[in-house]
DNA sequence: TATGAATGAGATTTCATTCAT
DNA sequence: GATGAATGAAATCTCATTCAT
């Protein structure tokens, strides 16, 4: 599942299921490694940066990772993880169809809301050419794709979701808008709630923009 | 309207009305540096890559750029001016505003898929922090939201529209969408025709997802 | 006292009552500049060059110095703190004013000798414009003036100079009566003893070119 | 005499009686070359500097200079002529030998007042290893040696000259005493008259700083 | 394991000089 | 003769990575 478990026995050997010190280091740079990638962007951020911010020496970084990208790379693993993890149960929570929806775009916009980092890291990596992370972004692509076409064939079982629709250009048609809610929140310095975008969002998705006589409610 | 007229006035004094072969030398390097951008991202691109694709000089460069930062900057002012009227264009050739909708989605599809370089800069750098085009991004970003919010006013008198939008999203929602679709047709290196995608978005924009027993048809 | 312990605390933390060998580093590379400085004047070094003679790789240089222009003001520093406790040793082992000049002449004249190196570039960079040693240079001026002010004020109290003399003028005259003698021999590629110059010139400084009837002896 | 009558004949070979628009040219080029030093010492001067303050383009500097360093050469050849012809007037136009010192001294200080660029330059250069104007630096050295070796030996002649002086560091006291003035002169930001310094230096030369019963007056 | 000094390849930028016009 | 665009060598400085301790 994590090729890095193979590329670092060593490292990472005891890195599950061993609750030492050493383990806490390598969550350390991660976080550090969020932090500084976020304020600069990875290619100007430098090991030095992050040894510093994580309170480690330079040469100890790689120990516990291959090389700069490979920071970048399980960045990703990680957080992907946990993340469609969350996305997951917010999906299982929601009784309906639409709930379903309403509850994965809410826990979203939640969860990167909570980590500004990790939505820094991810919305500029996701749109670069030759990027480091492709593997870990077609998983996370493709786990999305996932969730939505799940809630998508249920909606069209019970008739809340129209039939003919294309599910690729829908799963686009959602992450999109919301990726770019979340970027125009982050270029906005964070000055109002994110998440309490789910609902016009959700009123879009759902709605559209066009005007008909009699419609649904969320 | 352009400032580096003024940066650099014996490089480009001749920019406009001559046709010697110096005259290209500029727009070269231009495509050069897009191709370079595209192909390995702004900071891991170099001025000598960038030279020897425009087949000059590495100091050559120095004669119509500021630096490096500035080559990105100029790249963006030029498409942006380019681009926004093309946009403009293709808003003022429809006739209602669904029509105008439509018309620009398919004109902003067919300029980026013409244009895949340009595509991959401008998706790269829209979603970087401490981007060097923070100032071309704004202004770009404010044209597209004058641009949706004319059409969606004008659809929201005619009843077209519904009215309660909030354009701000509506704006994020439709440019979102648009620009993921973009980086999915970008990503899947070209293998289909992106700009057919317009009636399917544009069936999206306006209906959502969620089902109706009567609707509008584009 | 030394702005530049701060500037490099890990670099220089060792720097004092550390015997190993990366001690000297710093050291060496502080003579190799001073080699290559007075062999080509300091705008004519390269970086190269002196971790070449310093026995060093280019980065390294910049473990112990913020930049090239670093180099020369530490090097300034040090050679001021060295020389000027000498001068005043010098100074202080003398027991009449005249002697206390003849020490002071002799030991300038006798260090210069000694450290061609610091000759050079301290004749060189003491008279650029625009220096990048400015601040050490007029802590260095000071320093001499004062010296000199003292013995002249003492010989003024007990009858052996003049009193009518104007201080900063007698610092000139003297400073580049020696400066002179010192460039004059660097230029002759040091064929004789610049030290043996201390009794003609102070029998110019004290008697000037005049004849007069009686004159006092050294 | 000047050498460089033959290493750029046909700029040069008009230079000389002909009172053309281009003659004017090499004597822009020149004095924009010493404001340009003299501001920014030789190896940070540009020659497109020199050529924009001259209002002449880049290359026309190489019609009238072999290259960069020629400049520095033909400019020291043109004052070292010009100044030592005024340095022989003044001497030769005094009575006694300490007159004739004291119009030299005057004479010297007020060329380098009435020229800072050209005070700047001299300085600067004088004092540089493998100079570039070496050699006519060191026809300069003779002619002031010259000069004042001439005058001491009428002196000692007529008696009012001590005859045990070593004349070679006779002219370094009073050639070092003089430039060390003009240096703190033009460290001073000029703000005082420079040659109002003459009668106290020829004080220091005549009489030294020592005190004795019975003195000489000027 | 952990450290951090050392390395040196590589990036940007400058600028003296050339040469076609 | 005069121009100034073009060149490309060379300089400074950065930083991912290594390795002796």
Redesign the pocket.
């Known amino acids: 599942m994590n090729e890095h478990s193979f590329i670092l026995p060593?490292?990472r050997?005891?890195a599950i299921g061993d609750r030492n010190?050493?383990n806490d280091?390598y969550k350390r740079i991660l976080e550090a490694a969020a932090k500084i990638f976020a304020d600069l962007g990875f290619h100007?951020?430098?090991?030095?940066q992050i040894a510093k911010t994580a309170g480690?020496?330079?040469?100890?970084?790689?120990?516990?990772f291959k090389?700069?990208?490979d920071i970048l790379v399980q960045f990703f693993s990680d957080k992907t993880r946990q993340v469609f993890h969350r996305f997951k149960e917010a999906v299982d929570s929601g009784d309906t169809p639409v709930e379903k929806l309403r509850n994965l775009i809410h826990r979203h916009l939640w969860e990167f809301q909570r980590d500004p980092n990790m939505a820094i890291v991810y919305l500029a990596e996701t749109r670069r050419k030759n990027r480091v992370v492709e593997k870990q972004i077609r998983t996370m692509s493709k786990m999305y794709f996932d969730l939505v076409a799940e809630i998508m064939e249920q909606g069209q079982q019970d008739g809340t979701i129209r039939r003919e629709l294309y599910l690729g250009l829908v799963k686009r048609f959602i992450l999109g808008s919301v990726d770019e809610a979340i970027n125009t929140w982050l270029h906005s310095e964070g000055q109002y709630d994110l998440s309490s975008m789910t609902d016009p969002l959700m009123d879009l998705f759902i709605r559209g923009i066009g005007n008909t006589p009699s419609r649904n409610t969320l």
């Open positions: 060593s490292a050997r005891w010190k050493n280091k100007q951020s430098t090991i030095s480690v020496a330079d040469g100890t970084i790689y120990l516990y090389n700069k990208d």
